[in-house]
């Protein structure tokens, strides 16, 4: 696939999947094989997996919204920055709830394989999740 069309394969990712929470959407763009890695939140494989680490995130922040800033993308791999918002409003990570609504921002690397998402690669900014909950004073 091109560049274009990765970009596009992402973009459907985040909206249908992500925002939309389409189960269908995922299973239509989740390589047989997809895998993921989310740093400190871990590693896994499939989109069984994959849908059920969301729910958990989910549960948190029930309200969550991914809103793309740029995206770069090339025939292989798609770098998409994120402005991601939610209200605490479920356990997270033991926290309960602070029905405080949070801003982060997040970069996602996602690798094209077959015209389907074969991995991704999530980093997010959790300490300034952190501040704006409550949970962590500013350095």
């Known amino acids: ?14 909206d249908e999947w992500l925002n939309q929470r389409s189960r269908a959407a995922l299973d239509e763009i989740a ?6 890695h989310w740093g400190p939140l871990g590693d896994g494989e499939g989109a069984e997996a994959l849908a059920a680490n969301e729910e958990l995130a989910r549960a948190a ?4 919204l991914v809103e793309p800033e740029f995206v770069v993308a090339d025939d292989t791999y798609v770098v998409n920055y994120s402005r991601v918002s939610g209200t605490h409003r479920g356990t997270w990570f033991g926290v309960a709830p602070t029905g405080r609504k949070a ?5 996602e ?3 094209i394989e077959d015209g389907l998402i074969a991995e991704q690669w999530l980093n997010e900014d959790w300490s300034s999740v952190l501040q704006q909950l409550g949970l962590l004073g500013h350095a």
């Open 1 to 14: 696939m091109d560049a274009e069309a990765n970009r596009a394969l992402v973009r459907r990712f985040v």
């Open 31 to 36: 390589h047989p094989s997809f895998r993921f």
């Open 61 to 64: 922040f029930p309200d969550i």
């Open 103 to 107: 801003t982060w921002t997040a970069v």
């Open 109 to 111: 690397i996602y690798r």
